[in-house]
């Protein structure tokens, strides 16, 4: 792979982590999170350390992927889904106690 290529696959991959970032499950779960945080230096750690250990797990699994060439199972793939789905409703329930 050339520098070119590689800078390219890179830059690529930094946009696509970006905007995965963003996505509605991971905004739910930060702002889940964050929104009983006393100030925003508070919030800016939490928010750090959760960015920080979710990349984390991401470049090792990948990784992992990667280098044993690994093939992941649609049905491991479809019960990975479901549960962020029911980690995502568990975020809910639990801020929707804290705001009653």
Request: hydrophobic share 60%; glycine share 12%.
């Amino acid at each position: 792979m050339s520098e070119l290529e590689f800078l390219t696959v890179l830059g690529l991959g930094f946009l696509l982590g970006a905007r995965h970032a963003l996505d509605a499950d991971h905004v739910a779960a930060v702002s889940t999170i964050l929104s009983d945080r006393p100030n925003l230096r508070a919030s800016g750690f939490i928010g750090f350390c959760w960015g920080f250990g979710h990349t984390a797990v991401l470049l090792l699994v990948g990784l992992a992927v990667i280098l044993l060439k690994i093939t992941i199972p649609e049905r491991v793939a479809v019960a990975l889904e479901f549960g962020v789905g029911l980690m995502l409703v568990a975020l809910g329930v639990s801020l929707a106690v804290t705001l009653v």
